[in-house]
């Protein structure tokens, strides 16, 4: 063992270089530089101790592996040693010194990650364990007997890779899919690993690792480059290579650990230091959008690479592959899947480029490595010569209505012909929305957008087979695409209204392309009105017959409001994963049902009575013909959203919990619908019922997604929360549904106090947000004839409804609707208010404002 002293002086010695080597960094930004040389400092280090424990190399070598071994060490990366020993007797005998050397390592500060292996195990291949195999493809020596290692590097795993390369490939392939499929097969995260998410630097180990794999199969030789796809251009994997090393090495250093997501502070602080690019600080978003630029390039060459693999068959099954595909034709060939130019002249004739995409679109094949490469080889000319008239709309008119319209779009995006053909589209490619519910770039949602409303034709949702349906009527789905394409191009210019700005960019888009004056009004039309329904859904009662009628007034005629309504569906569903919830769609559906009754001038009364029947009403009638009168009895007094939101069975459940309230004075009913639990409450109406309800529901840990209220005329109260069980509580614990049951029966008759239930869940789950949202309250006395609006734009926070609502009640509004909605951190919702049945005075409302804000205030802890 060495002396404390010798030990203390090497440690310093690394702390030293180790600080170096941070200055250095903090001054040139190169990640490669940094990793190239802590390579180096760890390199001499452990040389040094190799010399002072091992008396001889002979039969022994020091093998460095992963980043190491591929000169690529990070800052606060592990340390990937093979102690190599020619057999078990030198292994035997190099124990001790193996352990001294890890143990020095350790003390020094270094993280070290030891494997000892004889020459004959290395040999031997193991197919449970093939990521060891696969380790070695970085290996390099560092010290010992260079014939040994010669043995392992130049004879061993060429022949290796030889003999087991399928095994060898279908493994990485296998590994990096289940890899990629962890993050949703997407780059698109708020907060993205630089390491392993797709479009990563892992990725990019993949490509090197099949590189060696091919080369090593082919020829038994080794590689000289860097192992990167020369067919998709090294030049920007290289640069791509550059920031996300600066950007792990900043990750590191700011975290003084192996740390490799960019959080959002990190993004930040990258982007105000300027990491990793070349025009120094840059705006947060900014900064993102180059990220996923790079990891966009990464991705898709890895994709393309993993594609090739389970497909590599020899020339003869290829030919007839390429004899026996029905769709391949004169100018495109189809084998495994992957597309082929028959003549490649065709790669500088942007005519056929775009056939070649709209190909890609109707028959969902991808791009082969070599006519990316063709095409990327003609870049400049294809794109000097890429038509922006009419010839380019009677080719992209029939591609957008292909079912994989999306898929080509991308490809031709990733190429970079797709901002050549449109270029109003550069302004948005690979934009960042810099929220927390926008999880994708503004270019990629986009052809979510487009992705989604294809798959309605092939949809078992069922709150979504209503708008298939509706696709399948349109009379021009293209233009609806188009506009799709291009209603938020005008986020790429900055500025408050980007609807504005985006109208404007499509209107110089569409008239260039040469579409006819009223094709121009229509995809003008859903561009300036895209928000309107999804703003619709926020802040108006849809049960309201008035709003009915305004946005029938709108939108204009039926097949405009088919069209908005599949456009608000798409542009929902493609803002995140979880944006587009089940009562989303249905309340989406609810109003275009309700608009398009009003254009056939079949809009129901505000309020039913007893003595005025409708279609609707006889219609549950019909099912208790028994007890007629006492079910309009009932339904005396309700508003018509009422009927129209609710099945006659579903009624005729409320019309029997009514009849029992003698009996029981609160009747309820919790069962489970499109992923959620309803709970409807049918007891009579009292003073600070919703927000007692509200708290109940979060006492439990109930994330409240939709909530109703709806009375009678003799006073009788059916409330309606949709809920997430986030806890699973009534799934994996069915006796608790009972539980759940009667603590709500017991709280609302004061059985039970509700308190004790609200602390125990406060103190659970106080925790801090990411981002702030300042509270907004707003007003409106013109959107309903009979309430006055109030809409909340608030932080979300634990209890966040019930504290509203607690607030209202205290104030003596009544909730006649609520409209709950939450996006990210920000909770916006809306609330139709009364008091002793009429709207708000101004006095009341200033009342109610204070409150509000006082409370809200109040109850933000002191940590967010």
């Known amino acids: 063992m060495s002396s404390p002293a010798a030990d203390s002086t090497l440690r310093t010695f690394y702390r030293q270089e180790f600080e170096r080597l941070r200055t250095e960094f903090e001054a040139s930004g190169s990640g490669k530089a940094t990793v190239r040389n802590r390579t180096a400092l760890v390199e001499k280090l452990v040389s040094q101790l190799c010399e002072q424990y091992v008396s001889t190399s002979s039969g022994f070598v020091m093998v460095a592996l992963g980043g190491f071994g591929r000169r690529a060490l990070f800052p606060y990366s592990d340390v990937d040693l093979l102690f190599l020993a020619e057999d078990e007797g030198r292994r035997t005998q190099m124990k001790e010194a193996v352990r001294s050397i890890c143990q020095e390592m350790w003390d020094i500060g270094l993280h070290v990650s030891p494997t000892t292996r004889t020459l004959d195990e290395c040999a031997r291949f193991n197919q449970d364990n093939v990521e060891f195999t696969i380790s070695l493809l970085d290996c390099r020596l560092l010290i010992g007997e260079a014939a040994l290692f010669e043995r392992l590097h130049g004879k061993i795993l060429p022949q290796l890779a030889v ?42 180990h993949v490509t090197q690792w099949v590189s060696n794999i091919a080369a090593l199969d082919s020829g038994r030789n080794w590689p000289q480059s860097l192992g990167l796809q020369n067919e998709s251009g090294d030049s920007e994997l290289l640069e791509a290579t550059e920031f996300l090393a600066a950007g792990r090495c900043y990750l590191h250093y700011r975290s003084k650990r192996d740390e490799n997501v960019i959080s959002w502070e990190a993004q930040d602080e990258m982007a105000a230091r300027g990491i990793a690019t070349r025009e120094g600080a840059l705006p947060s978003a900014e900064w993102m959008r180059l990220y996923f630029r790079q990891a966009r390039a990464i991705y898709r060459d890895t994709t393309l690479l993993l594609e090739q693999i389970p497909r590599d068959r020899s020339s003869l099954y290829r030919s007839f592959q390429r004899w026996r595909s029905r769709v391949s034709n004169e100018d495109f060939s189809v084998v495994d899947g992957q597309v082929y130019l028959q003549q490649s002249a065709g790669a500088r004739d942007p005519l056929t480029v775009l056939r070649l995409f709209t190909f890609m679109a109707r028959h969902g094949v991808g791009l082969s490595l070599e006519t990316e490469r063709r095409l990327r080889n003609a870049h400049r000319p294809l794109a000097d010569a890429m038509p922006h008239d009419a010839r380019l709309w009677e080719h992209l008119s029939e591609l957008l209505v292909a079912p994989h319209a999306a898929d080509a779009l991308r490809a031709m995006h990733s190429l970079k012909l797709l901002t050549r053909a449109i270029p109003e589209f550069e302004a948005v490619d690979s934009l960042v929305l810099r929220d927390l519910y926008h999880r994708y770039t503004v270019d990629e949602h986009s052809f979510l957008a487009i992705e989604a409303l294809h798959r309605l034709k092939n949809n078992d949702v069922e709150c979504l087979q209503p708008f298939g349906a509706l696709l399948s009527e349109l009379e021009r789905p293209d233009l609806l695409y188009l506009a799709l394409l291009l209603h938020d191009t005008g986020k790429g210019l900055g500025g408050a209204n980007h609807v504005h700005n985006s109208l404007q960019l499509a209107s110089a888009a569409v008239e260039r392309m040469g579409l006819p004056p009223e094709d121009v009004q229509t995809v003008c039309f859903l561009i300036a009105t895209h928000l309107e329904m999804s703003s619709t859904l926020r802040r108006r009662d849809i049960y309201d017959p008035e709003t009915a009628r305004e946005l029938a007034g709108k939108t204009g005629t ?7 309504t599949l456009l608000t569906l798409a542009d929902i569903k493609s803002v995140s994963p979880e944006a587009l919830t089940p009562w989303k769609a249905e309340n989406l559906w609810r109003l275009y049902t309700g608009t398009a009754n009003y254009f056939d001038r079949s809009v129901d009364e505000e309020r039913f009575h007893a003595n005025v029947c409708t279609k609707q009403v006889e219609g549950v009638a019909a099912l208790l013909p028994k007890r007629r009168s006492q079910l309009l009895r009932f339904l005396d007094g309700l508003p018509q959203r009422y009927l129209m939101s609710h099945t006659p069975e579903q009624v005729i459940l409320h019309f029997d919990m009514a009849n029992h309230l003698r009996k029981e004075p609160v009747q309820l009913a919790v069962r489970r619908v499109s992923g959620q639990h309803e709970l409807t409450v049918v007891t009579a109406d009292r003073a600070g019922l919703f927000s007692m309800l509200a708290g109940i529901l979060y006492g439990w ?24 069980d986030r806890f699973h509580t009534l799934e994996l614990n069915p006796p608790e549904r009972e539980r759940f049951k009667r603590s709500v029966v017991e709280i609302l008759t004061h059985e039970a106090p509700l308190e004790p239930l609200l602390e125990s869940r406060l103190k659970a789950d106080a925790k801090p947000a990411k981002l702030k949202v300042e509270t907004r309250l707003r007003y409106d006395d013109e959107s309903s004839p009979s309430s006055t609006l109030l809409e909340v734009i608030t932080q979300d926070r634990p209890g966040l409804l019930h504290t509203i609502s607690s607030t209202l009640a205290a104030e003596q509004c009544s909730i006649e609707v609520a409209l709950i909605d939450t996006e990210g951190a920000m909770a916006h919702d809306v609330f139709y208010l009364t008091r002793d049945g009429l709207k708000l005075t101004r006095e009341q409302q200033r009342a109610i404002e204070w409150a509000l804000t006082t409370e809200l205030t109040d109850s933000l802890p002191s940590n967010w």
Do not use: C
């Open 701 to 724: 840990g109930m994330d409240i997604t939709k909530a109703s209220a709806f009375s009678n005329r003799a006073g009788v109260v059916v409330d309606s929360f949709y809920f997430k």
């Open 163 to 204: 003999r087991e390369s399928d095994v060898l490939l279908q493994r990485l392939v296998e590994v990096t899919r289940t890899r990629h499929l962890r993050f949703g097969n997407t780059i698109f995260h708020l907060e993205p690993n630089l390491k392993d998410g797709p479009g990563g630097l892992r990725d990019l």
């Open 558 to 564: 039926p097949e405009q409001l088919k069209m908005l």
